[in-house]
Antibody
């Protein structure tokens, strides 16, 4: 059974960089045909896609966040990571990692991590 | 970029059925979507992929009470024999050119 687990600081200061890691078990992030993505949910609000990395290493970003976001992967540790720079209070949210299918034009999320709450405060 | 529109709330009685709607924006009515359920305080859970034809593929362990259908730009999630644990937020998701979007979510209350 595939499992995804987010980890990282729960508190980030304004203007600093948020860094999160997703550890995947029960499957390899370098096997096709999947993307590995980050999604966030501000308290009481809906879901917002942030970024994804394809199993080959190609990266894709939400245009509204692109200037501040970097996603990367460490296949030796079966992990992928998110960095979001210059955070403000608007970046406070539960951050989820997820697996996204990549087959014949199908791209939906089929597995979610449990999520990690990130607070932005000095 | 497609836009997904969902009603903000819905309610139905225990044991009854409810049909939730996700509407695709103009020019995107043939798009495939996915439905996800988010119970209170929990992570989202994948329910199913739903095509414009109405063909759907459910995730592992999703009860038979959950089904999908389509009509034009509308994608539906029907939940039959409502249970208390079905009280949750339901989100639709779609994608285009390696970007993903979500609907605003529907909060389902089981009366």
């Amino acid at each position: 059974q595939l499992q995804l687990q987010e980890s990282g600081p729960g508190l980030v200061k304004p203007s600093e960089t948020l860094s999160l890691t997703c550890t995947v078990s029960g499957g390899s992030i370098s096997s096709s045909p999947y993307y590995w993505g980050w999604i966030r949910q501000p308290p009481g609000k809906g879901l917002e896609w942030i970024a994804s990395i394809y199993y080959s290493g190609s990266t894709y970003y939400n245009p509204s966040l692109k200037s501040r976001v970097t996603v990367s992967a460490d296949t030796s540790k079966n992990q992928f990571s998110l960095k979001l720079s210059s955070v403000t209070a608007a970046d406070a949210a539960v951050y989820y990692c997820a697996r996204q299918i990549a087959v014949s034009g199908i791209r939906n999320i089929d597995y979610w991590g449990q999520g990690t709450l990130v607070t932005v405060s000095s | 970029q497609p836009v997904l529109t969902q009603s903000s709330s819905a309610s139905a009685s225990l044991g009854s059925s409810v049909k939730l709607t996700c509407t695709l924006s103009s020019g995107h009515r043939t798009y495939i979507i996915a439905w996800h359920q988010q119970q209170p305080g929990k992570a989202p859970r994948y329910l199913m992929k739903l095509e414009g034809s109405g063909s759907h593929n459910k995730g592992s362990g999703v009860p038979d009470r959950f089904s999908g259908s389509s009509s034009g730009a509308d994608r539906y999630l029907t939940i039959s024999n409502l249970q208390s644990e079905d009280e949750a937020d339901y989100y639709c998701e779609t994608w285009d050119s390696n970007t993903w979007v979500f609907g605003g979510g529907t909060k389902l209350t089981v009366l």
